[in-house]
């Protein structure tokens, strides 16, 4: 059985999602309500000592289990288990060329989304980054993150032109986190333009895929 720990709203979530709707992988999912604080709350802890959503708790048939903390494990595990589609790539070219496209989606799209929000709105007071523990807002921070939000879509755009997909040839997490990362560019009020328009023509094309839904 794989249990899916969940917030609708929150971007990191949806990637553990999209993945498992690629794969057409079944499971169950627990709602955790982040306003609310739910992922602070014993119950959750007792989960997910990192207070963090996604997690993906699994249980075999003999009742041995585990619980994935973050999108870096559910992936490998995914990937793993369920090899079709492979969307880490097939080759050794190919592996390598999604987990670096990968990388530079998160390290350069959704870690400046997060730091511009977390460092800048008021529900977040004292909460500037995700987990167990308290950390201050630096205002700095929220508006380097918006300029970087801005060169992540040119250079997303960029690399984008004459490509259907990120890397490879291919739907893989790399585009899946490129996905969520420009969805959820609009908490900070940063959208592509008609400057973008290779990665408008992609994002189009992405929405007609029924896991971008999920």
């Given at each position: 059985?794989?249990?899916?720990y969940d917030?609708?709203?929150a971007?990191n979530?949806?990637r553990?999602r999209?993945?498992?709707?690629e794969?057409?992988v079944?499971?169950?999912?627990?709602q955790?309500?982040?306003?609310?604080?739910?992922?602070?709350?014993?119950?959750y802890r007792q989960i997910?000592p990192?207070c963090t959503?996604?997690?993906?708790?699994v249980?075999d048939?003999?009742?041995?289990?585990?619980?994935?903390t973050d999108n870096a494990a559910?992936?490998?595990y995914?990937e793993?288990?369920y090899?079709?589609?492979?969307?880490l790539?097939a080759s050794?070219?190919?592996k390598?060329?999604i987990?670096?496209?990968?990388?530079r989606m998160?390290?350069?799209g959704?870690?400046p989304?997060?730091?511009?929000?977390?460092?800048?709105?008021p529900?977040?007071?004292?909460?500037?980054l995700?987990?167990?523990?308290?950390?201050?807002?630096i205002?700095?921070?929220?508006?380097?993150g918006?300029q970087?939000?801005q060169?992540?879509f040119?250079?997303?755009?960029e690399r984008?032109?004459g490509?259907?997909?990120v890397?490879?040839?291919?739907?893989?997490?790399?585009?899946?986190t490129a996905v969520?990362a420009?969805?959820?560019?609009?908490?900070?009020?940063?959208?592509p333009?008609?400057?973008?328009?290779?990665?408008?023509?992609?994002?189009?094309a992405?929405?007609?895929?029924?896991?971008?839904?999920?």
């Amino acid at each position: 059985m794989i249990t899916l720990y969940d917030c609708a709203s929150a971007p990191n979530p949806r990637r553990a999602r999209i993945l498992l709707a690629e794969k057409g992988v079944a499971h169950e999912t627990v709602q955790i309500d982040l306003r609310a604080g739910e992922q602070l709350a014993p119950a959750y802890r007792q989960i997910n000592p990192q207070c963090t959503v996604p997690a993906l708790r699994v249980v075999d048939e003999a009742g041995h289990g585990l619980v994935l903390t973050d999108n870096a494990a559910i992936t490998a595990y995914l990937e793993a288990r369920y090899p079709q589609p492979p969307m880490l790539g097939a080759s050794p070219a190919d592996k390598a060329e999604i987990a670096s496209w990968a990388w530079r989606m998160e390290f350069d799209g959704l870690m400046p989304i997060a730091e511009a929000l977390r460092n800048s709105s008021p529900a977040m007071v004292n909460r500037a980054l995700p987990g167990p523990i308290d950390y201050a807002q630096i205002p700095q921070l929220a508006e380097r993150g918006r300029q970087r939000v801005q060169r992540f879509f040119d250079e997303l755009n960029e690399r984008l032109a004459g490509r259907d997909f990120v890397a490879a040839g291919q739907m893989s997490v790399a585009d899946i986190t490129a996905v969520v990362a420009v969805d959820f560019a609009r908490i900070v009020k940063v959208k592509p333009d008609e400057r973008h328009s290779h990665l408008l023509r992609w994002r189009a094309a992405m929405a007609e895929r029924q896991s971008i839904a999920a």
